[in-house]
C-alpha cells in the first residue's frame, strides 16, 4: 500500500512490521510496551471518542506533552485519522505565546501531559473562545482525564465512520500546524500537509540505511528530543515505516539513566546536547589525574591527529580506542549506530572527534517549514563541516547574494492566516528561502555558512558571520554560550556566558577564589583574563575585521525561562542585546 498520509505509517507497520514491543513509556519507574496492534487499537478508539465529541475534519487539536510520551502517540494517530488538524506546541514558551497561538489556530480541544503545563493553560483559557476542554495524560484531580475520549470511543460499531473518513483524506490536506519559535516577534503557524511530512520520510529514509546483522525487531530507538518539534517528529514516522521500537525517555535529566536502560542503536540529537556529552566526557577524564589523565589526554592528541575518518588503524589509534573510546561508546549503551544531529550547527572540531571515537553523528540540514530536512549526511558518505547532500527529492538553488532557496514536495504549504508573510516568503519562480546562507562545493555536499538575518555588516562596511566565530568560540572549556555582536559599530565584541561549573573547577585547581554564584564568577578578573587568553588564540584563526576586539562575561545563565533561548536552544539575538544592553554600551564606550 503506497504511504499518502502520516497515519498511513501506523497501518504499514501492523501490515508489515507487527511488534510486541512499538512504543515503551516509564511510569512509575517502570517501562510500559505497547504493541502495534494495541496501537492502531487505541488510536481508533481516540479517533471515534473524537467524533463522538464533535470533531469534523480541519478542526483544531492541541497537544503539550513536557517528554515525549505514548499518549502522544496515540492522539496523533487518532486525530490525523479523521482528518483533524494537531498543534503540537512547546511546554516551555510563556503563557503569552500559549494565548496567541490558541487564538490563532482557533484550538478547540487540549491535550496536556500533566499538572505544570495544565496550570499554564489555565491561566490562558478564559482568553480562548475557541477552547470547549482540556484533558490531561496524568491523572489530576477535578481535570477530565484522556482515557474519557478513549471510553466514549469503545465500541466499534462506528469504525466504519472514521475508516471513510480516512479513506476521503488527500495528501495535500492540511495535516499540522506547528508555530515556530522565532527568535523574533510571534510564532508563525507552519501549515504541513500529509504529503509534506510523507514525502520527507521517504526521502530522508535511505540515509540511515538497514542495520546489518539486526532483525528489525532487535532495533530501539531513544526518543528524547521534543516531538513538537519536526525534526524528532518526522523522525518518528521514519522509525515507523522502519519497524524499529521506540523508547521515549523521561527527560534530558535522566538520558544517561535512560541510554543505559535502552542500549539503543540510534537517538537523533542537537549540538548542544553534543557539547554536553563532551564536556561531561572530559571533565570526568581530566578530574582522574595521574596516570588515567595523562591517558585520556594522550587518546585526544590522537583522536585529533588523525587524518582520516573510520576505524582506528594504526597501533596508537588501536590503543588510544581500546583504553578511552571503546567506554565513550559504551557510555552511550553499547549499541550506538549513529547520532542524527539536527536543529543547529554543530562544531566540525566535535564532529570529527565523535567519529574517530566511533560514534558516526550524521549531521543534517533543515527547517520547519520544509518538513524538515533539505539535505543530511549518510554512511559512507560523511563529510564533516557540511549537512551532507541534498535529498534526492528536491531542488536546491543557491541566489545570487548565497540565501539557499529549496522547491520540491516537503515544502510548506504556507504561514496559517498570513498570506503576506508567506508570500514573502518565496521568490517569485516559487523557491523557498531558508534566510540561511550556504553553498554546494564541487563534491555535491551543502555548507551553511550563517543566517542570513544574523550576519551583520560594521561602520567600516565589513560582514560579519557570527555562528561561524561563536562555534570556534565554544571549544574554549571555559565558554559555554556566546554572542558576537557589532551591527553598525566600528569591531566585533561579544556576550561570554562562562561554564560555571568548569570554571570553579579551574578555580579550585589554582587556588584562586572566584566566587560561588553565577554573579561572583561573571565579576572574577583572574577568570575573565583566562577567556581572553582562548579568545586571542580564536583571533589568531580570523580575519582581521572579524576579529573579537572587546567582551563580557555574562552574570547568569541563559535559559528558555529568561527568554534569551529558543525551544530549540537558539539565541535570541535581539533578546540577549536587549538583556545585557548596560554590558553592551559599556563595550562599546555608549553612554546611557
Known sequence: MPIKRIFDFAHEALNKYPQDEMFATKYNGVWEKTSTQEYLHLGNSISRGLLKLGIKPGDKIALITTATRTEWAVMDLGISQIGAVSVPVYPSISPEDYNYIFNNAEVQYCFVSDSVLLEKVLKIKENIPSLKGIFSF?????????????????????????????????????????????????????????????????????????????????????????????????????????????????????????????????????????????????????????????????????????????????????????????????????????????????????????????????????????SPVIAVNSFGKIKVGTVGHVLENLDVKIQEDGEITVKGPSVFKGYFKNEEQTKEAFTPDGYFKTGDIGHIDDEGYLHITDRKKEMFKTSGGKYIAPQIIENQAKASKFIEQVMVVGDGEKMPCAFVQPDFNFAKSWAARKNINIGETPAEIASSPELKERIGKDIDYLNTKLGSWEQIKRFELTPELWSIEMGLLTPTLKLKRKAVKEHYLKLYNKMYGHEE
Not at 514525502?199 to 540515509?207: C, I, K, M, T, W
Not at 521534543?226 to 535522566?254: D, V, W
Not at 581530566?286 to 591517558?295: E, F, H, L
Open 138 to 370: 496524568d491523572e489530576i484531580e477535578g481535570t477530565a482525564n484522556w482515557n474519557e475520549i478513549l471510553d466514549l470511543g469503545k465500541e466499534e460499531a462506528t469504525q466504519n465512520e472514521v475508516d471513510d473518513l480516512a479513506k476521503s483524506i488527500n495528501s495535500e490536506d492540511l495535516a499540522t500546524i506547528i508555530y515556530t519559535s522565532g527568535t523574533t516577534g510571534r510564532p508563525k503557524g507552519v501549515m504541513l500537509t500529509h504529503q509534506n511530512i510523507v514525502s520527507n520520510v521517504l526521502g530522508s529514509n535511505p540515509r540511515i540505511p538497514p542495520i546489518p546483522g539486526l532483525d528489525y525487531k532487535e532495533i530501539k530507538i531513544l526518543s528524547f528530543l521534543p516531538i513538537c518539534h519536526i525534526f524528532e517528529r518526522m523522525l518518528f514516522y521514519l522509525y515507523q515505516y522502519n519497524g524499529y521500537t521506540i523508547y521515549f525517555a523521561e527527560s534530558i535529566e535522566k538520558m544517561g539513566d535512560n541510554i543505559k536502560e535502552v542500549q539503543p542503536h540510534l537517538m537523533s540529537v542537537v549540538p548542544r546536547l553534543v557539547e554536553k556529552v563532551y564536556d561531561k566526557i572530559y571533565d570526568k577524564g581530566t578530574s582522574a589525574g595521574g596516570i588515567k589523565a595523562k591517558i585520556f589526554l594522550w587518546a585526544l592528541s590522537v583522536n585529533k591527529a588523525k587524518e582520516k575518518i573510520g576505524k582506528p588503524s594504526g597501533l596508537k589509534e588501536i590503543i588510544a580506542d581500546k583504553l578511552v573510546f571503546k567506554k565513550w561508546r559504551e557510555g552511550l549503551g553499547g549499541n550506538i549506530i549513529t547520532l542524527v544531529s539536527g536543529s543547529a550547527a554543530l562544531s566540525p572540531r566535535l564532529n570529527k572527534m565523535f567519529q574517530n571515537a566511533g560514534i558516526p553523528i550524521l549531521e543534517g540540514y533543515g527547517l520547519t517549514e520544509t
